[in-house]
């Protein structure tokens, strides 16, 4: 028996372990899997409509009958879009394509479509309410307070993401059950609200074992339960947190090489996450950016990162959240087909070298035995 946290009691887990949600990567048999080997698993929800959202949750309790979590973005609150930006935009990734060759590429950029996208959010929340989900975790803001109590008066138990202390606070005085903390280590977007898109690069990244330690400064962690996230890849990340005040730890990047990942992280993404551990010159830095998507992000550095990376004296134009990817994941996508994985979207955190070419169950036994071992339990 692994001892019991503050976290493990209250989802009913095993493990004070939690697999990332990480859209759109994650496959249902991904969550079931780590469920089943006695941590949570969740489904990245973000993308989905409510039908996807409701088909998944059955496919999943199909294969576990273990809590697992469901998790959403906040919807931003949307504005119109500018045309002169997008202009600027298109005219940029035109530029890149003449500077950088995509190889055979007839993407013609002038005839990408840009529009507001459309609001997930509402539908995604019924088949949440409806289905009772064990648990509902969220990030980029808060739920209102009337989804609040619907989700408390079903028992669904609400984990929010905090990039920094104050988010924490905030989160917890809404009424949040469990705050995820996520280190700017992490792979994907930061989750950060309390500040805009552009302020969260440069005050948001705070390390992982700072933002633990400065948040039980302020939210006493033996009564109220911390989640640690980012750069976690072992059991001594596990442990390390333990003893830092977490009650369990969230992992993402350590399972986008896992075998249930395979059928939707594009290979050339895989095999760079796996041959960084045994070749120094192999081990590519990782970016925060907003090129891809308009919200900070890690990933990978590549050509896309580079060139969207305000430099002294040409800073790029950048679209909003949910728009700048319209123009820019085509490329991605075609370079993903193709292989050129320098204009790939190849999101990782930065202690992705010690991904492996595991199962899932392994993943999570090797992370459990290894933080026993370390912490003598
Ligand atoms: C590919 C990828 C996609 C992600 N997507 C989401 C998501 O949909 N929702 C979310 O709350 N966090 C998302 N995250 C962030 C994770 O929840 C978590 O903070 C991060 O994976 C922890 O750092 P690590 O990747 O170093 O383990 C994503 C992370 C990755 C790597």
Redesign the pocket.
């Known amino acids: 028996m692994f001892p019991k946290t503050l976290l493990t009691r209250l989802l009913n887990i095993q493990y004070p372990l939690i697999q ?4 759109p ?2 496959t249902p048999e991904l969550v079931a899997n780590v469920s089943n080997a006695g941590g949570l698993g969740t489904i ?1 929800a ?1 993308r989905m409509t409510g039908e996807q959202l409701k088909n998944e949750i059955n496919r999943i309790r199909s294969l576990t009958d273990k809590p697992f979590g469901v ?1 959403l ?1 906040i919807p931003p609150n949307q504005s119109e879009i500018s045309s002169q930006a997008i202009d600027s935009v298109r005219k940029q990734l035109k530029e890149l394509l003449l500077d950088k060759r995509l190889n055979n590429c007839n993407i013609d950029i002038d005839l990408l479509r840009v529009e507001l996208p459309r609001d997930l959010f509402p539908e995604q929340i019924e088949v949440v309410l409806n289905e009772k989900v064990s648990v509902l ?3 980029f803001g808060c739920l209102s307070e009337d989804i609040i109590k619907n989700c408390k008066q079903l028992g669904i138990r609400l984990v929010g ?1 905090a990039t920094t202390t104050k988010e924490a606070i905030f989160l917890k005085e809404r009424g949040c059950d469990a705050i ?1 903390l ?2 700017s ?5 930061r ?1 950060s609200f309390l500040t805009n898109d552009i302020e969260a690069i440069e005050q948001s990244t705070i390390g992982l074992q700072s933002l633990l330690s400065q948040t039980t400064q302020f939210i006493d962690p033996t009564s109220y339960p911390l989640i640690a ?5 072992d059991g001594l990340g596990l442990a390390n947190a333990l003893i830092s005040g977490a009650s369990a730890v ?5 399972f ?1 090489t896992c075998h249930e990942s395979t059928k939707l992280v594009p290979e050339p993404h895989r095999k760079l996450l796996l041959e960084a551990k045994n070749d120094i010159n192999k081990l590519r830095p990782t970016v925060l950016t907003r090129a891809y998507t308009g919200k900070p992000a ?1 990933g990978i550095q590549t050509v896309i990162t580079d060139f969207f990376c305000a430099s002294e004296n040409k800073a790029k134009v950048i679209l909003p959240w949910q728009v700048q990817s319209q123009l820019v994941l085509p490329l991605c996508k075609f370079a993903a087909e193709t292989k050129q994985v320098d204009f790939m979207q190849l ?6 070298a010690r991904c492996a070419n595991q199962s899932a169950a392994t993943i999570v036994n090797q992370v459990i035995e290894q933080a026993r071992d370390v912490l003598k339990c």
């Open positions: 990332a949600p990480m859209s990567l994650t990245a973000a998790n973005f975790s969220f990030t993401t995820c996520q280190g280590e992490a792979g994907g977007h989750g996230a980012g750069g976690i890849m969230q992992m993402g990047t350590r986008l890690r999101w990782a955190g930065q202690n992705y």
